[in-house]
């Protein structure tokens, strides 16, 4: 069966610091991979999302970047954090050849920018 | 483009009554559509999906119907519980090898 670890599972980081977030997915080949982040009470935001190694769609311009080196690995930076990236990161990942296009969600990621 | 719309919350209920969250899309074509729950502090977890017209879908309980001549696929369960408090999140794909599309989410809490 396919299981999608993230981690770390919750970060404290100060304002200006650099971020690095993974993902990765298990029991898969060729998976879509997403990344979200949802504010405090809010909706998802989609971030990025990769159909392939060295293939990454940025759905909002700010200040994080996405990679995916491998291809069951995907991975969230940013070289400076701000207070507004605080929220509950999620990544994502779906066949790429599946016709009903579900998506299976990681436990996510808690940050804190202080 | 394709859009979800979902009833506003919070939706609060007492335990064991019944329950109703709207959806609504717009979307060309036939997309599948996907009720998501998410109970505090976790990921995002599948409950139930429909990929086509008429279609049911169904699991813990709940039920929705997949409606095109009113574009809806209203979430269901005829008696809640204290434990299905969460945040509910319609979704419907699109074409092609793109991410889903997601409502803003409907939270859900049930007292005793």
């Known amino acids: 069966s396919q299981t999608i670890h993230q981690w770390p599972a919750t970060l404290v980081q100060p304002v200006g610091s650099p971020l690095s977030l993974e993902c990765t997915v298990e029991?898969?080949?060729?998976?879509?991979l997403y990344w979200y982040r949802q504010a405090a009470g809010r909706g998802l935001q989609l971030l990025f999302y990769?159909?392939?190694?060295?293939?990454i769609s940025s759905e909002v311009p700010q200040n994080l970047s996405a990679s995916r080196p491998q291809d069951r690995q995907f991975i969230l930076s940013s070289k400076k954090l701000l207070l507004s990236d605080s929220g509950f990161y999620l990544c994502a990942w779906s066949p790429g050849t599946d016709s009903s296009y579900e998506q299976y969600f990681g436990p996510g990621t808690r940050l804190t920018v202080t | 483009g394709n859009s979800v719309t979902q009833m506003e919350g919070p939706v609060t209920l007492s335990e064991e009554a019944f329950l109703t969250i709207n959806c609504t899309y717009t979307a060309t074509g036939y997309p599948s559509l996907f009720w998501y729950v998410q109970y505090p502090g976790e990921g995002l977890q599948l409950l139930l999906k429909?990929?086509?017209?008429?279609d049911k879908g169904s699991n813990k309980g709940f039920e929705a119907t997949y409606r095109k001549e009113t574009t809806s696929f209203h979430l269901e369960k005829g008696s809640v519980q204290v434990s299905d408090s969460a945040v509910y999140f319609c979704?419907?794909?699109?074409?092609?090898?793109?991410?889903?599309?997601f409502g803003k989410g409907t939270r859900l809490s049930v007292i005793a």
């Open positions: 990769s159909v392939g190694i060295g293939q």
């Open positions: 979704a419907l794909s699109e074409p092609g090898n793109t991410p889903l599309v």
């Open positions: 029991g898969t080949s060729n998976p879509n």
């Open positions: 429909a990929t086509k017209a008429d």
